[in-house]
């Protein structure tokens, strides 16, 4: 069957999908957007999870045919608002990007907050469950009317297992990338509440 | 390739036509067990039909109860305000199930029809009579951590994993369901069988019947209610044994009590032998105590899940104590 | 000497980490190769016996199906020495699981379909999975993983432990435990056939290149190539982003043989090949389990005058590997009468393999809770107890340490932790929850492994790029050898441009042990310092310099090994025996840090596994199939983000000047050891309740 769906903003079909195939599978084997990983298949790591409709789910275990006509957002959607896909977007050793310090890949000022405070904040190791995580960690602030508490944040992500980090780092950079995207909200509150800023 | 084909329902009197007038076919839901099961070989429908989008995703508000659309997240019914204040017992259960990713995919009907996460069950390598019947049963002798202490037959000794159907049952939930004859109700504790010779069948729901709706009456004393998991991980797991409880207190008597168990059966399990002990008497944690024994007499636990009996006593008592400490 | 200058001992972010947060990172799967078919294994559903027919018909007329290999018609290889790699190459079946055929499709879901319908029939013979102290057929292994003898036995424990004022003499087990990374073993094979050789064998003209996701991509060209006869140059394996490993990809598995021989059936085709979460359980390796007798003779000033430590573990009856479960009880006291042993019991069983510390992380279970035992029949405090039995020197080689600083890590735990709260055990109930502190010691040797060089190259414009063929699995090692190239050619971190994870790159050793950075690190630094030694500071552009990792006379003089303190907190609810965790500090002594920020990660990660293997992880062996029966991660349990509440690392500031050019000792792996002690020892002082057998589940503690 053919489906039709919203990835990262943009329209994609793809034709010739069994109806068996999982919604992972659609986007990393026929979109080219292996950042959503395999780890389990089966939900029970939340390594491949992504937006569906502005929630996140395990894109493992959502049949291609429920995709249709909806709208997902994967890692590589966060970045710059949208994504790159297919050819020399995955790159095999970075190179170091002259205006960032020994840092590789894209630049730091060009990554979404929390992708920012992961790196910042260490939270990233082995990184297969980063892409997530990642999404994950998204939805947890963009969905929050104030910074979540630690243990909101704990619960929240039991979903996505990681074998290396210990969780404390990510938990970090979720803590830091939460203050800061509130801070900048209230900010621009301020901004155009009248009378409502100091200057 | 492989055989299978998929419709999106643009009703349910189309789905259930649809599920009906093919053996293999199955309904779709949130997907969360089927899809894992399509994977594993442990389903393996030749018709999925999606009922995701059928416009059953809303919560209303009925005499002094609740409708709630088959299609509604787990995630969205916790969250629901009326949820949160009148049945607190349900929302706990919500949100100590899965993940938060599957919870948003979840559907209530779904979540009431998954299956068994017995191992062996899973596992198409091995016999089991829930899935091929009459192949024999692998967790009898096995591994049965996770398994039934009452009303399991040899046949079968699996457990039900929802959390969310504990709290509904506990509850006095009511289940509407579309079938190839027509519409009808049957009160959600009937819905599930124990195993009996014919452990295949979860529900006594017919091929084709479609569950549409679960309506929770009215039952102010709920508003103290709690859901207790005793789980091996702190997030994230089944439930070795949990405990839905709502109490309601007349000084320091039980004026009525609604309890159900979960992990210890093939279904989740109203403990209405203890509901009747608590009935009239002190709300003391002897009587507590009491009550728990007097539903586990029943119980035949299997070598590898006595400590269950314990578990489960320990935690009703624990669960009833907290509600009459918030009553005082 | 120190050549540190600006970013050695800094936090340096992860020079891949933008690569990795926004999904750029290209793991093995990932990797866009032309025209890919897809493979899917068939298993044994038997423990023993052979294979006495096979069906593939049904599967073979599945539509996209391009190929159904098996015994019958795999290609043969060369080697067939290494049991576990001789993949397909006869009828024998030594485990469930393993591999009796494959299916080669174009989509992975027609290859697991069709595989579903392969029929095997079997002769079964029967089968022994079961590890017992007391069974008969233990035997005494040459020796264990490490290159160290079996038993030791110095002095007379037995007289000893007569004599002593105190003993402690108990049994402790583990249970079998899975790595279990988060990315799966993968392979994605391609051949360049070459001519093809008459009977189908592997022609010498023939080239194999496999992405992989391996801790030594050196190790598994090498492996391969003598498994498929062909000369080392002509197989390529490159993986430069591999999603953990924790040991079981620091060798080739079957797998990766299977991925080859799949793709040698669909000429022209790269097959992708990726175990299954569940496949992973029977073919990626595994802890063995392990039954431990500690015996600790003292006198009443708990003093050590024994110390024996007594090991019974499996192996797969296909393919030894002998875990040196009791290895650092030789080094670890000072007690004049020592004996350690390891007794194997050859199962029908997968074959276990490298897990994080392996020998020291079951091990330091056993002896530190011993070691807790002890102090409490003596009426110590356990750390006063290991501070009087901390050795002058190494009582194994009689060497002078390199630098042992345990009770000080021991010491500085206990003021950061409120060591001094401590209450006798079970008398701390706050709410519903007892609550107990307990402490236990650690330890990891160190290990430099031969082998490794690195190349310098200068490619103008004030940037250099360094190469060697290593691996990082998520240690940072990517990072810490771009900022020791940096110190060690003097420029900034932002002109170096290291690449790693490709065999034709210099050879690299494996990233085991512990080693990963210190070997390559010195190896980096001796290749910077050829490259200005020939260049200087002015070098032409293209200018390239290697060296090989040099010589370390020290590691002969010394005993080299880490230490660390492991502190741990426990609430255990009173009605329902769950255990958590809200706290726990792992103070290490590691020589010199080379990054910060990475290692901390690494400590706490290494420590939230030791939580997750003394509260959660047991694979479950069922002994009338001989099949791991909860092969998923929802029945595997490993910690969730919310069973870490506050897990912190930090380290004494130090460089160990015996420990090559660096100072650094490695720090993958200590951080898992004494772990699960630490919480076994601290739900002692909870509940009262001694925990022998791991894991500590909700179960052991109710009442």
């Not at chain 1, 079909?13 to 950042?35: M, N, T």
């Not at chain 1, 205006?99 to 979404?112: F, I, M, N, Y």
């Not at chain 3, 772990?675 to 909700?698: F, K, Q, Y």
Request: aromatic share 6%.
């Amino acid at each position: 069957m053919r489906v039709n769906v919203h990835v990262n903003g943009e329209p994609m079909v793809a034709d010739d999908v069994w109806e068996g195939e999982s919604l992972l599978y659609v986007l990393r084997e026929r979109l080219g957007l292996p950042g959503a990983k395999n780890a389990c298949e089966q939900g029970e790591c939340g390594s491949c999870t992504v937006y569906l409709d502005g929630i996140t789910v395990c894109a493992c275990l959502v049949a291609a045919g429920q995709a249709e006509g909806r709208e997902v957002v994967t890692v590589e959607g966060l970045s710059e608002g949208r994504a790159r896909r297919r050819g020399g977007a995955h790159d095999r050793n970075p190179r170091p990007d002259p205006d960032a310090d020994g840092v590789a890949g894209p630049r730091l000022d060009r990554l979404d907050e929390v992708q920012r405070c992961f790196v910042e904040a260490g939270a990233v190791q082995c990184g297969f469950c980063t892409p997530g995580l990642v999404v994950q960690a998204h939805s947890l602030i963009a969905s929050a009317s104030r910074v979540p508490e630690d243990a909101e944040i704990r619960e929240a992500l039991a979903g996505n297992l990681c074998r290396c980090t210990g969780y404390e780092k990510i938990l970090d950079a979720v803590r830091l990338a939460a203050a800061r995207v509130h801070a900048r909200a209230a900010a621009e509150d301020a901004r155009t509440v009248p009378g409502g800023a100091d200057d | 390739m492989i055989p299978f084909e998929y419709l999106r329902a643009g009703d349910p009197a189309e789905a259930v036509a649809a599920v009906a007038g093919r053996p293999g076919a199955a309904f779709l839901g949130g997907g969360t067990n089927l899809v894992d099961h399509m994977k594993l070989g442990v389903a393996g429908p030749d018709l999925l039909v999606d009922v995701s989008r059928l416009p059953l995703d809303r919560v209303e508000e009925t005499a002094g109860g609740l409708r709630i659309g088959a299609a509604v997240r787990n995630s969205d019914l916790a969250a629901h305000p009326l949820v949160r204040e009148r049945y607190p017992v349900l929302a706990r259960a919500l949100l100590s199930g899965a993940s938060g990713q599957l919870r948003n995919v979840a559907t209530t009907a779904g979540n009431l029809l998954q299956r068994t996460r017995c191992p062996y069950f899973q596992d198409v390598t091995t016999p089991c009579n829930k899935r091929v019947p009459g192949s024999g049963c692998s967790a009898a002798g096995g591994y049965t951590r996770y398994h039934a202490i009452l009303g399991a037959s040899e046949h079968c000794v699996a457990t039900h994993p929802s959390d969310m159907a504990v709290a509904m049952v506990a509850l006095d939930a009511v289940v509407a369901v579309l079938g190839p004859g027509g519409a009808r109700t049957l009160p959600l504790a009937e819905l599930y069988r124990l195993p009996g010779d014919a452990p295949q069948r979860d529900t006594v729901l017919e091929h084709g019947d479609l569950i549409i709706a679960v309506e929770l009456p009215h039952l102010p004393f709920a508003r103290r209610s709690a859901y207790r998991k005793v789980r091996d991980r702190a997030s994230f797991s089944f439930a070795l044994v949990s405990v839905a409880a709502a109490l309601d207190l007349d000084g320091g008597l039980v004026r009525d009590v609604r309890l159900a168990l979960g992990g210890v059966a093939h279904k989740p399990w109203r403990a209405t032998r203890a509901e009747a002990e608590l009935r009239g008497g002190p709300a003391t944690e002897d009587a507590f105590r009491r009550a728990a024994e007097a539903e586990l007499a029943a119980a035949r636990p299997l070598p590898g899940n006595a400590f269950k009996v314990a578990m489960t006593r320990n935690a009703v008592v624990a669960t009833l104590r907290a509600l009459a400490e918030e009553g005082r | 000497m120190t050549v540190w200058r600006e970013a050695v001992g800094t936090p340096a972010a992860r020079v891949e980490g933008p690569a990795k947060v926004t999904g750029r990172a290209g793991y093995t799967y990932d990797r866009p190769v032309t025209d890919p078919a897809y493979a899917f294994p068939v298993q044994a559903t038997i423990a023993r016996g052979r294979v006495a027919s096979i069906d593939s018909a049904a599967a073979a007329g599945v539509e996209g199906v391009l190929a159904v290999v098996t015994h019958r018609d795999a290609a043969r290889l060369a080697d067939t020495g290494d049991a576990e790699l001789a993949v397909l190459q006869s009828d024998e079946v030594g485990f469930r699981g393993q591999f009796v055929g494959v299916v080669v499709a174009e989509t992975p879901q027609a290859a697991r379909y069709a595989a579903g319908l392969v029929r095997v029939e079997y002769e079964q013979r029967p089968h022994d999975t079961e590890l017992r102290a007391d069974r008969p057929g233990l035997y005494a292994p040459e020796q264990v993983n490490g290159g160290f003898v079996s038993d030791t036995d110095e002095g007379d424990v037995d007289a000893a432990m007569e004599a002593a004022a105190v003993t402690v003499d108990r049994a402790y087990t583990t249970p079998m435990e899975f790595n279990s990374p988060m990315e799966p073993h993968v392979s994605v094979a391609v051949w360049d056939p070459g001519e093809r050789a008459p009977g189908g064998g592997f022609a010498e003209g023939a080239r194999l290149t496999l992405f992989d996701s391996t801790q030594g991509p050196h190790v598994v060209r090498s492996t391969l190539a003598q498994v498929f006869g062909l000369p080392p140059e002509r197989v390529r394996v490159i993986s430069p982003y591999v999603g953990g490993g924790f040991g079981s990809k620091g060798m080739p598995h079957a797998h990766n043989v299977l991925a080859a021989l799949a793709a040698w059936a669909v000429p022209g085709r790269p097959v992708k090949l990726a175990l299954t979460r569940q496949q992973m359980f029977a073919l990626a390796g595994h802890r063995t389990p392990t039954i431990q007798r500690v015996r600790l003779g003292a006198g009443a000033d708990g003093r050590l005058t024994a110390v024996a430590h007594e090991v019974v573990e499996h192996t797969s009856a296909i393919k030894e590997f002998a875990e040196q479960t009791a290895v650092g009880a030789r080094m670890m006291y000072a007690a004049p009468n020592r004996r350690t042993s390891h007794r194997l019991a050859a199962l029908d069983v997968p074959v276990p393999s490298w897990m994080r510390a392996p020998g020291e992380a079951p091990g330091f279970f056993a002896l530190e809770v011993a070691m807790d035992e002890l102090a409490q029949a003596c009426g110590l405090d356990p750390i006063e107890l290991r501070a009087r039995n901390d050795p002058e020197v190494d009582p194994e080689s009689g060497r002078p340490w390199s630098g042992r600083h345990l009770v000080r890590c021991l010491r500085e735990g206990a003021a950061r932790f409120g060591w001094a709260e401590r209450t006798a055990p079970g008398t701390r109930l706050v709410g519903r929850e007892l609550v107990g502190l307990g402490v236990a010691a650690s330890t990891y040797p160190y290990y430099r492994l031969p082998g490794s060089r690195a190349v310098v190259e200068y490619e103008g414009g004030g940037r250099y790029t360094v190469r060697i063929g290593a691996a990082d699995i998520g240690t940072g090692a990517w990072t810490a050898l771009t900022q020791i190239a940096a110190d060690a050619l003097g420029c900034r971190l932002r002109a170096v441009r290291v690449e790693i994870g490709d065999s034709d790159l210099p050879a690299a050793t494996v990233a085991g042990g512990s080693s990963g950075t210190t070997s390559w690190g010195s190896a980096v630094v001796a290749a910077c310092r050829a490259f200005r030694h020939v260049y200087g500071e002015q070098p032409p552009a293209g200018a390239e310099a290697g060296a090989d990792m040099p010589d370390d006379p020290d590691a002969e003089r010394f005993a080299m090994h880490s230490f660390g303190a492991q502190f741990a907190e426990v609430r255990v609810d009173a009605d329902t025996g769950e255990v958590r965790v809200p706290r726990m500090l792992g103070v290490f002594s590691v020589g010199r840090v080379v990054n910060p920020r990475t290692a901390r990660s690494q400590f706490i990660g290494g420590m939230t596994m030791g939580l997750s293997m003394a509260l959660h992880e047991r694979g479950v062996l069922d002994h009338r199939t001989g099949h791991v029966i909860n092969h998923d991660l929802a029945e595997y349990h490993i910690a969730t983000h919310a069973d870490v509440v506050d897990v912190d690392a930090v380290w004494l500031d130090e460089e160990d000047v015996h420990a090559g050019p660096l100072g650094a000792r490695g720090i993958g792996e200590i951080g898992i050891v004494g772990a699960a002690a630490a919480i076994a020892n601290a739900v002692h002082n909870a509940t009262g309740v001694r925990v022998r057998d791991l894991p500590i589940t909700p179960d052991v503690l109710l009442r």
